[in-house]
Structures are given as C-alpha cells and as structure tokens.
C-alpha cells in the first residue's frame, strides 16, 4: 500500500447496539436524520437535538445485516449519557440499547486517490461494506475525512499493517481544513444549533422526513433564515489561542475560538463580521493575536 494513506485510532469513540423491533421507528421519531436511508450498504450521519432544536449528541448510524439492529458511533465520553437520554425516550418500546467494549475505530485516510478502490468501496459519503468481522464505512459527514473501520474482532479482520499509524492530531488536522467541527470540541451542549455549526453540509439534516425532537425551530432557521453564526475556517497569527476564547469586535462578544492545530482553527463568528472581513481580506484581533478568515 502506498505511505500517502495513514491511519489513526480513534480511541474517543464508543460504539452502541441498538436492537429490537421497534428500533427503526424509535429512532425514526427522535433523530435529525432519515432512518430509512440505513442499510448494510449505507451509513448516516445524525444528530439528537433537545425540544428547543439545540445540539445535544451527534453519531453515525450503519448496520450490519438486515435484522433489527442498528450501530451508533458515538463520543466515548458521552456514550453513557447518551444512553441514559435514549432510555428517557424509549418508554415502552421494544428496543435495547448496549455499549460494544471490544469494537476497535480506525480512521484511514490521506492524498491516494486509490483509497476507495483499496479498500473496495464506492466514492461516496456513507457507503459501506462488511468484510469477514469487520464494517467499512466512508465517512458520511465527507468522504475526504477519510473510512471508518470498525473491527468487531482480530480474527480474519482487515490488515492495515502496510499502513503509517499517525496520532489523532494528523486527523484532527484533516478534519480542521475541512471546516468540519467535533462536537466534544467544537459545540455547546445545550445552546448549539445545527445551522450555525455546518451539520445541514454535512447531510446530518433531513428536512424531508417529518417530526423529529427539535425539528421545528431546524427547519424555521432553515427556510427563513434565522440563524445568525456560523462555523467558518481561520489562520491563527501569533500565540496559539485557547478553545472557547472569546472573539471581541467593536466592545461586544462576536464569537468563540473553537478547535485548532498546527496555526489553524476553527471559530464560531457573527455571520455579517465573517462577511465583512472576508470582504476587506482583514484580520481580528484576539488577545495577543490574530486571526484570518481561510474562504
């Protein structure tokens, strides 16, 4: 295998199982994103949001056969309560809810073009495959992020071995240019909303599909426009800055540092400041530096 491809654990991530017969329509009922667009063939990307359509836990959802069982990738961190919220919404319905202790999460990525055909998969977001114990998915979010593999057990796995492991900041790197936020890093839990955050880009939204938990105030951002940040790409001049450090413009708060790496991050700014500062090619002061919006 060629040494453009590298690959990285991410060890940040928990996987839960999802099981019964009423696990379709449960999650149909509460998540941002379309059920019905799972199979063992294709992956999502989706969000639960609380009643006022703000952000509350983000996975991606595949399957791997065609029984009533549903795989979440989720934050590691956050997996038991998220466990605890699906369970408040569950009431009486026939569905199970456990954490997979023993599923391994790689992420291979990198400049070959060859990837897909590599690891034999379609050149798409989300598209997956099984493979002995093993489940391939391009990342549904983009594909450039790179595939997800997760190995359920060594035996008869997939061999990476040929591949450059790399620590999680050369993805964090990658998923920072892409404009593409971590939720541990990146939102608020509890005040975030989708639209300000790029998930409508990142196919996390079906506008589509009906009723969902916060799905009214999404889909009024949506259509009028209501939104007033969003999540925008910048080159960081001087010291490295601290995510959650605010950004002040004209005396008043006009956003936040989020993540960053290497010089360059990731900020939640006022949309008309992105837009004037685009426009000028100028930078903001923040503390002792600079920041630059990257278009």
């Known amino acids: ?11 940040d ?11 379709h329509d449960f999650l149909q009922n509460i998540i941002s994103n379309n059920i019905d667009l799972v199979t063992k063939d294709q992956s999502i990307y989706s969000t639960l949001l609380n009643p006022q359509g703000k952000f509350m ?11 009533n069982e549903i795989y979440l990738d989720c934050d590691k961190n956050r997996a038991e ?3 605890k919220t699906l369970n408040l919404y569950k009431l009486r319905k026939n569905v199970q809810i456990s954490i997979l ?3 391994k999460t790689i992420c291979v990525y990198g400049e070959d073009k060859n990837i897909f055909k590599i690891l034999k998969l379609n050149n798409k977001e989300g598209s997956s495959k099984i493979i002995n114990t093993s489940v391939k998915i391009v990342d549904p979010r983009n594909k450039n992020l790179g595939i997800r593999i997760y190995k359920f057990h060594e035996k008869n796995s997939i061999n990476l071995s040929k591949i450059k492991l790399e620590p999680i900041s050369k993805y964090d790197e990658l998923r920072i240019n892409l404009v593409i936020p971590d939720s541990s890093k990146d939102l608020e839990i509890g005040k975030s909303f ?15 599909k009906g009723c969902y938990i916060g799905q009214e105030n999404t889909a009024r951002q949506k259509y009028r426009g209501t939104h007033k940040k969003i999540l925008a790409k910048v080159k960081i001049y001087g010291k490295n800055l601290k995510n959650g450090t605010k950004i002040i413009y004209k005396d008043r708060q006009i956003g936040s540092i989020r993540s960053s790496t290497n010089k360059t991050g990731l900020v939640t700014i006022r949309t008309e400041v992105y837009q004037e500062f685009i426009k000028n090619n100028s ?13």
């Open 283 to 295: 930078k903001i002061s923040v503390l002792n530096s600079y920041i630059k919006f990257i278009n």
């Open 57 to 67: 836990f983000d996975f991606i959802l595949f399957k791997k056969n065609n029984l």
């Open 81 to 83: 309560q998220l466990i």
């Open 194 to 208: 989708l639209l300000e955050n790029n998930f409508d880009k990142l196919k996390a939204i079906d506008f589509k």
């Open 1 to 11: 295998m060629t040494i453009k491809l590298f690959k990285t654990f991410l060890i």
């Open 13 to 23: 991530r928990a996987t839960l199982l999802l099981q019964g017969e009423d696990v």
């Open 101 to 103: 202790n023993k599923i």
